[in-house]
C-alpha cells in the first residue's frame, strides 16, 4: 500500500504541476496584459481583455481564499461525481488550486523584467506576443525557476488530502494500515517520513538547481 501510494503521489502532483504552470502561465498573461496595455487599447480587444482579466481576478480570490480540501471535495462529489478516475479529478483539483499561486509567481517575474526588454522587442519588429514569447517569457522563467520548483514541494505535501476522496496516497495508506492493525503510530510514522525523505530529496535539487542559474548569470 505504501508503493501504490507514493506512486500515485507522485503522480498526482506532476500531473497537477504540469496543469498548475499551463494555467498560471494564460493567467499571468492576461493579468499583465492587462496592467501594461488596458491605457492604450480602444475597441472590442480592450472589452474582451478587461472581460478576461476579471475572470481571472475572481479565479485567484476563490482559489487562493479557500481551503485545497474543500475544493477537492467539490471537484469530486459534485463536479466529477459520476467519474471514477480518482487520480484525474484530484489531479484536476489541486492543478486549478496551484495555477492561482503559480500565475502569481511568473506574473512576478514577467513584471520584475526591464520595461526596456519589451521596447527593445518592439523596435525589432516583434509584436507584442512576439516579444512576450521570445523574450520576456524565457528571461521570466530564468527569475522564478526556483521559486516554481518550491511551490512543486508544496504541492507535493498538500496532496496529503487526496484521501478524502478515497485516492491511496502515502498518507492514506497509513491511515488504513493503522485501522487494520489498531495501531496508528507506527504506520503514520511512516506516512510522514516518506514525506520528509521526499521533500529533503527535491530541496536537494532546488539548491542545486539555484546554484546552477547563480553561477550561470555569472
Not at 478587461?50 to 481564499?65: M, P
Not at 516579444?131 to 526556483?146: E, G, H, N
Not at 505535501?157 to 502515502?170: H, I, Q, R, S, W
Not at 495508506?173 to 485501522?179: E, F, P, S, W, Y
Amino acid at each position: 500500500m505504501y508503493i501504490k501510494g507514493l506512486g500515485n503521489t507522485l503522480l498526482l502532483t506532476l500531473l497537477a504541476l504540469l496543469i498548475g504552470v499551463a494555467l498560471g502561465v494564460v493567467i499571468s498573461l492576461i493579468r499583465v496584459s492587462w496592467d501594461k496595455n488596458h491605457t492604450e487599447m480602444q475597441g472590442p480587444g480592450r472589452f474582451f481583455l478587461g472581460f478576461f482579466n476579471a475572470l481571472a481576478k475572481v479565479y485567484l480570490t476563490v482559489i487562493r481564499g479557500t481551503p485545497a480540501v474543500v475544493q477537492l471535495m467539490i471537484m469530486y462529489f459534485v463536479i466529477f461525481a459520476s467519474s471514477r478516475n480518482k487520480v484525474m479529478v484530484a489531479a484536476l483539483s489541486f492543478g486549478i488550486n496551484s495555477g492561482a499561486y503559480v500565475a502569481e509567481i511568473i506574473r512576478g517575474g514577467i513584471m520584475s523584467i526591464d520595461g526596456g526588454q519589451m521596447e527593445a522587442g518592439r523596435s525589432l519588429g516583434f509584436g507584442y506576443v512576439a516579444t512576450m514569447r521570445y523574450i520576456i517569457l524565457p528571461q521570466a522563467f530564468k527569475a522564478v525557476l526556483p521559486t516554481l520548483a518550491n511551490e512543486f514541494i508544496v504541492l507535493l505535501k498538500e496532496t496529503a488530502v487526496a484521501g478524502y476522496v478515497g485516492l491511496t496516497d502515502v498518507t492514506y495508506a497509513g491511515n488504513i494500515i493503522g485501522g487494520n492493525c489498531y495501531d496508528y503510530l507506527f504506520p503514520l510514522l511512516m506516512s510522514a517520513l516518506i514525506y520528509l525523505i521526499l521533500v529533503m530529496f527535491f530541496t536537494f535539487l532546488v539548491g542545486k538547481l539555484e546554484r546552477r542559474l547563480r553561477s550561470s548569470e555569472r
